[in-house]
């Protein structure tokens, strides 16, 4: 494999910018579609475990509170890993080739599917056993989304980067657009079965089964196999790195050091920091999300949609539906658009504020098809708002710097998201879930609309500027 570093040596010995390899759109885009069946895989376990936890294990009214910590258990054993093993997970992609780590993820991550699955099968499954191993799908992900995140950068070219992010936010919503209505229907398949509408053998197969649940995880399995498969017949290089050994092949660089050069990275340039502080702020906002929404279509919604008919599964799966569908108009907005090309810090900024204006909507509304579209707004901007932060990290980070970089960067915006996912469990338990909402949303507004008169942070894109500041 061809070594491939931040610059290329021309015969003069000049030094040229990184060139992405010819057919590096072509190996992105196949990278994309596979990946993107992966995470609709995922989605249909994600809807089936809430779904689990909403109508199997706390089923009951008077079992809000104790439904409220396990929602924040579950969505705590997604955050921690990811925000806190982020630094090794950054450091651990600059350090091994980036596509040999994606293929092992991707293939653990369908053997843990494998295990769960097990679990509902045999009726072992339980609370803390769920939560253990969505610990391990957590960590195994953050290595994969820390290796995944810095190699399209080295297949894409850069006038592409903008499209291709926008396209990257467009997968996880795309296949919330499918997932849920596919789950709630798989879940169904044994009730339908004893009902006698599925004939012959595969209806009395079904029909012993006490959920679809894990038809839906073993399905999820397999599209982390067929990812990790696909990913070895495509070429994605990682950048080549002079710094770790010495002339006599010892190491001369620990991963720590690797963390703090990442750290340090950030801190000499503040308007990053900035930038970074208000990702912090807009994360702690959309913490408790999966922990109030569930909970919001439950009580404060439930008037609405029994009158209309829904069962709690549809009425989850039609907020999903929508959200996502949200999610896919504003990735394919970005990505047919490319975004800003300059003052990309808007693109930013106005979204968020547009986000915290509609989640005061959702907070307030006692309608399942208001809330919905709600959620289907505040979706929309997050490609936005997300395509155009990533393009400013990619111009302003060197290609073999951005795993470390990246790394530290998703501690410090994402830290806020367990403390707010945590406290949010308790604030279900103890308030009405709306109304802690519409309260978050209109913090998120003023806080970023104050950012708008931020002279720092309206400079983040000038980078002779943050280099300066840097060596200064």
């Known amino acids: 494999m061809k070594d491939i570093s931040e610059h290329q040596s021309d015969a003069a010995g000049a030094q040229t910018p990184y060139q992405a390899p010819p057919n590096g759109w072509r190996t992105f885009l196949t990278v994309w579609m596979t990946q993107s069946i992966s995470v609709f895989g995922s989605a249909l376990t994600f809807f089936s475990v809430t779904v689990w936890l909403t109508t199997v294990l706390f089923p009951r009214p008077e079992q809000k509170p104790a439904l409220g910590i396990a929602l924040s258990a579950v969505s705590l054993a997604f955050a921690l890993p990811v925000v806190f093993g982020a630094p ?32 509902v099968v045999t009726n072992s499954l339980n609370l803390p056993l769920l939560v253990l191993l969505l610990v ?23 006038h592409l980067l903008p499209r291709a992010n926008g396209m990257m936010q467009t997968m996880w919503a795309l296949s919330g ?11 169904s398949l044994p009730g339908l079965a004893r009902q006698g509408h599925i004939p012959g053998s595969l209806g009395a197969a079904l029909g012993r089964m006490a959920s679809g649940m894990p038809i839906a995880i073993i399905l999820d399995a397999l599209t982390f196999f067929a990812a990790a498969i696909t990913l070895g017949f495509l070429h994605i290089p990682s950048p080549k790195r002079s710094d770790l050994r010495s002339t ?11 963390v703090k050069e990442g750290a340090l990275y950030i801190w ?5 920091l900035w930038l970074l502080g208000t990702f912090t702020v807009a994360n702690f906002v959309s913490g408790p999300e999966n922990v109030l929404l569930p909970l919001l279509i439950k009580f404060n919604l439930a008037a609405d949609w029994t009158r ?29 658009w490319g975004g ?22 959702l907070g307030f ?27 400013i990290w990619q111009i302003q980070t060197p290609r073999e710097l951005q795993g470390r970089v990246f790394s530290v960067r998703r501690l410090i915006a994402q830290v806020s998201w367990p403390v707010s996912t945590a406290l949010a469990g308790w604030l279900a338990g103890a308030f009405n879930p709306g109304t802690v909402l519409a309260i978050l949303g209109i913090f998120l507004a003023v806080f970023v609309t104050a950012q708008l008169f931020n002279p720092y942070l309206m400079r983040v894109e000038d980078k002779e500027w943050l280099d300066r500041m840097a060596a200064g």
């Open 177 to 187: 657009v499918i997932s849920p209505a596919v789950a709630a229907a798989i879940l």
């Open 136 to 158: 391990l799908f957590s960590a195994v992900g953050a290595f994969h989304g820390s290796a995944f995140d810095t190699s399209y950068v080295m297949i894409v070219p850069e």
């Open 248 to 258: 006599d092949g010892k190491v001369k660089k620990s991963m720590w050091a690797d």
């Open 88 to 119: 090794i997970a950054g450091a651990w992609a600059d350090r091994h080739d980036r596509k040999r780590t994606m293929i092992a993820m991707d293939a653990l991550s369908g053997l843990l599917s494998l295990v769960l699955a097990g679990l």
């Open 308 to 336: 209309r008919g829904f069962t709690l599964e549809t009425a989850l799966a039609l907020m999903s539906m929508l959200a996502s569908v949200g999610g896919v108009a504003g990735g394919f907005f970005i990505s047919s």
């Open 268 to 272: 000499r340039r503040r308007p990053l």
């Open 340 to 361: 800003l090309k300059a003052r990309r810090v808007y693109g930013v900024l106005v979204p968020l504020i547009g986000a915290g204006l509609v989640m005061t909507v």
């Open 365 to 391: 509304s006692p309608f399942l098809f208001v809330s919905a579209a709600a959620v289907a707004l505040i979706n929309a901007m997050t490609p936005i708002m997300n395509a155009h932060s990533q393009t």
